[in-house]
């Protein structure tokens, strides 16, 4: 009988899309997948309309057309003052997940140890995994979840060569601190690896502290290869456009590898795409200030309801603490919510490799104004804490 492959064993469909199937049935609000939700920027859609019979419909060289590649390395040169150099450091990919992929592909062994750290975007996993890859989880402990050097110095084994960082965080909302990307640059350093830095929330922080992109600590830039999307900043997952940029000497394998896989990443889009990533300033700005009150819309509504959600310093999700509800796991936890208030949630178990420190759950914030008012409505009618 034609068996399925050993490295699928223990792989399944993620936690978050079952829960997206149980709020369906039961008419919840679905707080619980990372789908953005709010509409693309208006130029990009009516701009795409008028020109989409022009541009170019067959397949774009495999490291992406000539003009993504340049509108990509202006933004990261904008965005956080690195200079890549569009023709060999920058590779267009299906998403970020295509950049993952063929990163982690064209760079490393089966059996190398890649370190996550708990909490991490579950994909990681995933694809350490389909990859015969070894996962090394580093454990952060909330409501901080800050690296520190002997937590990670103490993961390091002999067969370790990876590591992924994300900044800002899904799920956490922590930025990385230049402190901590400078231990990370240390360890790294010492121990030859290489760093794969998942920056596709760059562009949504709250604060005033720019985006501090981990190749331009140290030496980091040496060793790391950045992630990028414009799902993320253009409100577009569905375009499956991402990028990959690193050093020249890697990103020509990180290219035969995402060619491979895929060919090339949708190439009208691309010609689309590169007009997003040339939006001034005023998109950001705009774009910023309106996360900014849909993270404080549901705060408040987590907070109303007696639970403890962090305060996310970007991406758009809430991890929330609920001991408070009594439960000693986020399963628990997020049972709950969806029974007493009919509000769909990720348990924190989905972003562990071991079991939580705490009962958490993951509520993502990027749906229009009237889904979080309806969840938050809901929050305050249902009976979630003890005493
Ligand atoms: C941390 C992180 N990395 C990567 C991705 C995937 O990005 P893309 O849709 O560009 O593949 C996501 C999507 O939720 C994410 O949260």
Redo the contacts with the bound molecule.
């Keep these: 009988m034609v068996k399925v492959a050993d490295r699928m064993r223990g792989l399944q469909a993620s936690a978050i899309g079952a829960m997206t199937v149980r709020c369906q049935e039961l008419g919840a609000v679905n707080l619980a997948q990372?789908l953005s939700q709010v509409p693309p920027p208006a130029s990009l859609l009516a701009d795409g309309a008028r020109n989409f019979e022009h541009i170019g419909h067959s397949y774009s060289q495999p490291e992406g057309l000539a003009v993504f590649r340049e509108a990509v390395a202006d933004k990261v040169k904008r965005s956080s003052g690195l200079s890549v150099e569009p023709a060999t450091q920058v590779v267009a990919t299906v998403?970020?997940?295509?950049a993952?992929m063929a990163t982690l592909t064209a760079l490393l062994d089966p059996g190398d140890g890649v370190i996550v750290f708990e909490p991490f975007?579950g994909?990681y996993l995933s694809s350490i995994r389909m990859l015969t890859l070894t996962p090394e989880p580093v454990r952060l402990t909330g409501p901080g979840f800050e690296i520190t050097e002997e937590s990670l110095r103490a993961a390091v084994t002999g067969r370790t060569r990876a590591m992924i960082i994300?900044t800002p965080n899904?799920p956490s909302g922590r930025r990385l601190t230049a402190a901590e990307l400078k231990i990370v640059a240390a360890v790294a350093e010492d121990h030859d690896l290489l760093v794969i830095t998942?920056e596709?929330?760059e562009d949504i922080y709250f604060g005033p502290e720019p985006h501090l992109a981990a190749a331009t600590v140290g030496s980091l830039a040496e060793r790391t290869v950045t992630?990028g999307?414009l799902?993320?900043s253009f409100s577009i997952?569905g375009w499956?456009l991402?990028y990959a940029c690193g050093p020249e000497q890697l990103m020509g394998a990180v290219r035969v590898a995402a060619d491979s896989f895929v060919v090339c990443a949708p190439a009208p889009l691309q010609a689309l795409g590169a007009r997003a990533l040339n939006l001034g300033e005023d998109y950001y700005h705009d774009f910023r200030a309106m996360y900014d009150r849909k993270r404080r819309t549901l705060a408040a509504g987590f907070a109303a309801a007696g639970l403890s959600p962090n305060e996310p310093e970007g991406a758009y999700y809430l991890f929330v603490d609920c001991s408070r509800m009594g439960v000693a796991t986020g399963v628990e936890a997020a049972e709950i919510l969806l029974e007493n208030t009919l509000v769909g949630t990720v348990p924190g178990e989905a972003f562990y490799l071991d079991k939580p420190d705490r009962p958490y759950v993951r509520a993502c914030f990027s749906l229009p104004d009237e889904v979080l008012a309806d969840a938050v409505g809901r929050l305050a009618n249902g009976e979630l804490t003890h005493g």
């Design positions: 990372g998403g970020a997940t295509g993952l975007y994909y994300c899904n998942d596709v929330y992630l999307s799902g993320k997952p499956r991402g």
